[in-house]
C-alpha cells in the first residue's frame, strides 16, 4: 500500500505553482506515447523526451493523446504542459502523487486526478498510482508515475478503428480512459474477494498467527482501496452534471454510466470491510475454540489420574501396618484397579461424546 504524504515535506514552504514531484524516489525511464488519430487513420509513435515530441509536426483534423510515463522527469512534464499551456498549479497537481481524486475546470481544458490499481504478482497485493489526465479541445493529455497501466484495450480499440472511439471527439476518449479506470475496481475486488474467500475457509478450520496477518493486510489494503474510491463518486457526479463546456452532452450519458459502476464499486468496498471485521471475529472465536478444545484434552487427562494419584497417594504411605503391603498380589491388583478406572472413565467420556 502506498503511504500518502511520505514526500509531502518536499513542498513545504514552496511558493504556489512550484513544480516540486513528490513520488518515488526511483525514477523510472522516460517513456511517451503519441497517438493522433481520426476516424480514417491513426498514428502511433513513442518519444523518449519531449522537445522530440514537440517538434513533431501534428496533422490537421486529428485528435492527440498524449501518454507520458515517468513523471519524476519534473522538467519534461513542465515542458510537455506549457507547450499546452496548462497553468502552473494544474503541473504542481500532476507532480504532486498525493492528490485526492478531483476533476477542476479550467476554462480551457479539464484537469482530472485518479487512483489507479494495478496486481503485483509477486505479492498478489495493490499498488496504487497517481493517473492525470488533461482533456482540451482535440487533445487529451495522460500522466504516470511508471510504465505500466490498464489502458491496453483502449489502444487496442484505437487501432482497431471499430466502435467510437476515433469517431467521437477528446472528451469520448476521457471517459473511455476514466471507464477503463474504474472497471479495473473489479478486478481488484474480484482478486480481493478470492483471498477472502480462502482465508475465511481456513478460518473455519484453523486459525494461525499467519492468518492474523494476512487478515490485518487484507483491512489494511481495503481501507486504502476506500480511500481512493469515496471521492471518486464527486468527480464522476460533477463530469455527468456539471456544464461543463468541453464535454459533450452525448458523453455525460456515458459518464452516468461510470457513475454507477462507481456506486457498485463502494458498496462491494463497504461490504468486503464488514466481511473483514467478521472474519476478525471468527478469527478470535477460531482461537478461543482452538484453545477450549487444549483445556479440554488437558482436563480429561487430569481427570483421568486424578483417581489413579489417589490410589498411588495412599500406597505410597509409610505405615508399617498396612495390610496390602504383604499381600502377594497387591503389586498386581493396584494395576488392574488403574486399568479398570482408566478405561471405565474413557468409556463414560466418550459415551458423552466429551472424547
Not at 515542458?79 to 497553468?87: G, P, R, S, V
Not at 463497504?270 to 477460531?286: A, G, K
Request: a negative charge; charged letters at 25%.
Amino acid at each position: 500500500m502506498k503511504n500518502f504524504f511520505k514526500n509531502a515535506i518536499k513542498q513545504v514552504g514552496l511558493p504556489p505553482g512550484t513544480a516540486v514531484y513528490t513520488g518515488d524516489e526511483a525514477r523510472e525511464p522516460l517513456h511517451i506515447s503519441f497517438y493522433e488519430y481520426n476516424v480514417d487513420k491513426l498514428e502511433e509513435t513513442t518519444f523518449t523526451s519531449v522537445p522530440e515530441l514537440l517538434v513533431h509536426e501534428k496533422k490537421t483534423n486529428c485528435k492527440v493523446w498524449i501518454n507520458l510515463d515517468g513523471t519524476a522527469h519534473t522538467d519534461e512534464v513542465r515542458q510537455l504542459c506549457e507547450a499546452y499551456n496548462i497553468h502552473p498549479l494544474t503541473i504542481e497537481d500532476i507532480l504532486s502523487q498525493d492528490q485526492r481524486p478531483k476533476v477542476e475546470d479550467n476554462g480551457d481544458y479539464i484537469f482530472v486526478v485518479l487512483k489507479m490499481f494495478t496486481l503485483l504478482d509477486e505479492e498478489e497485493m495493490v499498488h496504487t498510482e497517481q493517473v492525470s489526465f488533461v482533456l482540451g479541445k482535440d487533445f487529451v493529455l495522460s500522466f504516470q508515475e511508471r510504465k505500466g497501466d490498464n489502458f491496453g484495450p483502449v489502444r487496442n480499440r484505437l487501432r482497431i478503428g471499430r466502435g467510437r472511439i476515433r469517431k467521437s471527439g477528446s472528451d469520448y476518449l476521457l471517459y473511455v480512459l476514466i471507464d477503463t479506470v474504474v472497471d479495473y475496481y473489479y478486478v481488484i475486488l474480484e482478486r480481493f474477494g478470492d483471498l477472502m474467500a480462502e482465508l475465511e475457509g481456513e478460518l473455519l478450520h484453523e486459525a494461525e498467527e499467519e492468518d492474523l496477518n494476512t487478515l490485518y493486510t487484507l483491512k489494511r489494503e481495503m481501507l486504502h482501496v476506500r480511500r481512493s474510491v469515496w471521492p471518486l463518486r464527486e468527480v464522476v457526479n460533477k463530469l455527468e452534471r456539471d456544464p461543463l463546456p468541453l464535454l459533450k452532452k452525448e458523453t455525460r450519458l456515458f459518464m452516468r454510466d461510470v457513475y454507477d459502476h462507481t456506486i457498485q464499486v463502494i458498496d462491494t468496498v463497504e461490504t468486503y470491510r464488514d466481511v473483514l471485521n467478521s472474519m476478525l471475529d471468527l478469527y478470535q472465536s477460531t482461537l478461543s475454540n482452538q484453545m477450549n478444545g487444549v483445556m479440554k484434552v488437558l482436563t480429561l487427562i487430569s481427570t483421568i489420574f486424578i483417581p489413579l494419584t489417589f490410589i498411588a497417594g495412599i500406597y505410597g504411605m509409610n505405615f508399617q501396618h498396612m495390610p496390602e503391603l504383604d499381600w502377594e498380589y497387591g503389586y498386581t491388583m493396584v494395576w488392574v484397579l488403574n486399568i479398570v478406572i482408566t478405561a471405565g472413565m474413557i468409556f463414560v467420556f466418550k459415551k458423552k461424546k466429551w472424547l
